[in-house]
């Protein structure tokens, strides 16, 4: 692509191939990875037919406002310059206009392809980049040639809410229609220049089994949550960013029972429940509805569990222990920055919150985004995994941490380093059985992961767990 074609694709060797997915092949080259997507390119012959085609259309004075717009436009330029196109040539040039004349983006690949998590532009003439949930950070073979093209996409995608980046509102946070996060900035607040990250909304969550077989958790320990989560006990789940955290705590969800009262209370809307008997709220900034307002109105739904998606602040994190403290709810759930349970417990101190009050909390889970190198081949692989899983114990006015399971990076899982006291006593308790019958019932919720591994999607694991 030439250079004043606003978006380019930019020539990549490579040496091996990784994978295929549906936008594009997965390729390496030296230490670094790449994304080729599948744009059409264009010869000689065809770069001229559309150059001159897009200036004429620019100065047009019919008014272009969609796809049929645009065919019936090259149709007659070609008819009057004379020019014979095949179906393949017609196609690829109308592919072009489209990007070009309708603000249509390259992005469209990236933003249906479900392998991807986040994508990101860093700027004019920099290759775009995605974040694919096996292999990490890639470089697209794509990039944006000037500003005004990566304002005009983000301006589009943030139109239907009513929102614009401009010079006065140089700083962009929003929730697209289909649940995905964009954040955007440009002068005079960038000073490396306009930039774009996307962070994808997922349609169809993870599993408890999906989050065993990606090697995030083991059996043993998505067994010991299942049993917790069915009690009357409370998790804050932490880790540091794109850790998964999120993930990991929206699978436990199906744990839940399905006549339980649930509000979920977030920032921006991530989390997918498969009860109905459920209430989302969102904050509001322009109404200045905030996180800890929320929280605080939960006091007044009657929930019999309470979900905060992600707690960042002083208030927001005192709000949430409150609501414990007040017995409002037989369960309460969050993410938080962290990145061990014992920082946890530190990080809420720092925040105000007494110690004694802490110990309305009963597991901190720590999940970790981890660099993997491969000794044979030397290529870096990012993982994700649980690293901790402790009791908040209790005891006079102090607070101790009982790790039940630790991750061996020697071994590469996570092992058991404690009995559970705590929950097991929970769930004594609400199943009326005593430790030997524990025993059994974690091996029988192992044995039915292994036997749903790849046959049920998210809806279907909760209908079963209901049953179990």
Same mark, same amino acid.
């Given at each position: 692509?030439?250079?004043?074609?606003e978006v380019?694709i930019?020539?990549?060797?490579?040496?091996?191939?990784?994978?295929i997915?549906?936008?594009?092949e997965?390729?390496?080259s030296?230490?670094k990875?790449y994304?080729?997507?599948?744009?059409?390119?264009?010869?000689e012959?065809?770069q001229?037919?559309?150059?001159?085609?897009?200036?004429?259309?620019k100065?047009?004075t019919?008014?272009?406002?969609?796809?049929?717009?645009?065919y019936f436009f090259?149709?007659?330029?070609c008819?009057?310059?004379?020019?014979?196109?095949?179906?393949?040539?017609?196609?690829?040039?109308?592919?072009?206009?489209e990007i070009?004349?309708?603000?249509e983006?390259i992005?469209?690949p990236?933003l249906?392809?479900?392998?991807?998590?986040?994508?990101?532009?860093?700027?004019?003439n920099?290759?775009?980049m995605?974040?694919h949930?096996?292999?990490?950070?890639l470089i697209?073979n794509?990039?944006?040639n000037s500003d005004?093209?990566?304002?005009?996409?983000?301006?589009?995608m943030?139109?239907?809410?009513?929102r614009?980046?401009?010079?006065?509102?140089?700083l962009?946070?929003a929730?697209?229609?289909?649940?995905?996060r964009?954040?955007?900035?440009?002068n005079?607040?960038?000073? $490396?220049?306009i930039?774009?990250?996307?962070?994808k909304f997922k349609?169809?969550?993870?599993?408890?089994?999906?989050?065993?077989?990606s090697?995030t958790?083991?059996k043993?320990?998505?067994?010991f949550?299942?049993?917790?989560?069915q009690t009357?006990s409370?998790?804050?789940v932490?880790g540091?960013t794109g850790?998964?955290?999120?993930?990991?705590l929206?699978?436990?969800?199906?744990?839940?029972p399905?006549e339980?009262?649930?509000i979920?209370?977030?920032?921006?809307p991530e989390l997918v429940?498969p009860?109905?008997?459920?209430?989302?709220?969102?904050?509001c900034?322009?109404?200045?509805?905030s996180?800890?307002?929320l929280?605080e109105?939960?006091?007044?739904?009657?929930p019999?569990?309470?979900?905060?998606?992600?707690?960042?602040?002083k208030?927001e994190?005192?709000?949430f222990?409150?609501t414990?403290?007040?017995?409002?709810?037989?369960?309460?759930y969050?993410?938080f920055?962290?990145e061990?349970?014992s920082?946890?417990?530190?990080r809420?101190?720092?925040?105000?919150?007494?110690e004694?009050?802490?110990?309305?909390l009963?597991?901190?889970?720590?999940q970790?985004?981890i660099?993997?190198?491969?000794?044979?081949?030397?290529?870096?692989k990012?993982?994700?995994k649980?690293?901790e899983?402790?009791?908040?114990?209790?005891?006079g006015k102090?607070?101790?941490?009982n790790?039940?399971f630790?991750y061996?990076?020697e071994?590469?899982?996570l092992?058991k380093k404690?009995?559970?006291?705590?929950?097991i006593d929970?769930?004594?308790?609400?199943? $009326?059985?005593?430790?030997?019958e524990?025993k059994?019932m974690l091996?029988?919720?192992?044995?039915?992961i292994?036997?749903?591994y790849?046959?049920?999607n998210?809806?279907?694991?909760f209908?079963?767990?209901?049953q179990?």
């Open positions: 692509m030439k250079k004043d074609i380019s930019n020539p990549i060797e490579f040496s091996k191939k990784l994978s997915c549906s936008s594009g997965i390729v390496a030296k230490d990875k994304l080729l997507v599948n744009l059409p390119e264009l010869c012959k065809e001229n037919i559309f150059q001159e085609s897009f200036k004429e259309l100065q047009s019919k008014k272009i406002e969609n796809k049929s717009d645009i090259l149709k007659s330029y008819l009057d310059n004379l020019i014979l196109l095949n179906k393949e040539q017609r196609e690829k040039i109308l592919y072009w206009l070009e004349s309708l603000n983006s992005l469209t990236l249906v392809d479900p392998d991807f998590e986040e994508i990101v532009i860093n700027g004019p920099k290759p775009i995605v974040y949930r096996t292999f990490g950070w697209t794509t990039q944006f005004n093209k990566i304002k005009n996409i983000i301006n589009k943030a139109a239907p809410l009513g614009q980046l401009t010079f006065h509102t140089p962009l946070n929730v697209l229609k289909n649940g995905s964009l954040n955007a900035s440009a005079p607040i960038a000073f $490396s220049g930039n774009c990250t996307i962070r349609e169809n969550p993870l599993t408890p089994i999906d989050i065993v077989y090697n958790i083991s043993e320990v998505m067994s949550l299942w049993l917790a989560m009357n409370s998790i804050l932490c540091n850790s998964g955290k999120t993930t990991t929206n699978s436990l969800f199906c744990f839940l399905k339980e009262r649930i979920v209370v977030e920032e921006t429940l009860q109905n008997h459920k209430i989302k709220l969102n904050t900034d322009q109404l200045e509805i996180l800890e307002k929280i109105n939960t006091f007044r739904m009657r019999d569990r309470v979900i905060v998606g992600e707690i960042r602040t208030q994190a005192n709000a222990i409150n414990m403290l007040a017995g409002q709810a037989r369960g309460s969050a993410t920055h962290a061990s349970a920082e946890a417990i530190q809420l101190k720092t925040f105000g919150i007494e004694n009050s802490l110990g309305c009963d597991l901190i889970i720590v970790k985004r660099n993997k190198i491969d000794k044979k081949t030397k290529t870096r990012e993982e994700r649980v690293i899983v402790c009791e908040v114990i209790k005891s102090e607070i101790t941490l790790q039940l630790e061996n990076f071994k590469n899982k092992v404690n009995e559970g006291k705590k929950i929970k769930i004594k308790k609400t199943f $009326s059985v005593n430790e030997k524990i059994k091996k029988e919720k192992e044995k039915l292994e036997k749903l790849g046959k049920v998210f809806q279907e694991f209908e079963l767990a209901e179990e």
